[in-house]
């Protein structure tokens, strides 16, 4: 399976940013999709999670009320819909399979928030 992020960007405080994650090579329902994201400095932590096979998720407490994930089976693809960002929301922001394939990490994408 291969995972392809975009969408990421600068932005200002408050302000929103919706990403994207593409999802080819395998059979899209087979999979729970996660995003994650890792600041400098920091360690790579799980921010959400989508599963296409009971639709349930997952949100970590730290973006709970502001970050949606969504998945649109058409294309194969999920989404984070990301609200009210704040300065501590800067980090490259990965998705993945869950549990998370080795080989199937990405480049991610950059999420820049200034104040």
């Known amino acids: 399976v291969q995972l392809v992020e975009s969408g990421g960007g600068l932005v200002q405080a408050g302000g929103s940013l919706r990403l994207s994650c593409a999802v080819s090579?395998?059979?899209?329902?087979?999979?729970?999709i996660a995003w994650f994201r890792q600041a400098p400095g920091k360690e790579r932590e799980k921010i959400s999670c989508f599963s296409n096979y009971d639709y349930s998720t997952y949100y970590a407490d730290f973006v709970k009320g502001r970050f949606t994930i969504s998945s649109d089976h058409a294309k194969n693809t999920v989404y984070l819909q990301m609200n009210r960002l704040t300065i501590e929301d800067t980090a490259v922001y990965y998705c993945n399979t869950y549990p998370p394939l080795r080989a199937a990490w990405g480049q991610g994408t950059q999420v820049t928030v200034s104040s």
């Open positions: 090579g395998d059979t899209f329902g087979d999979y729970a």
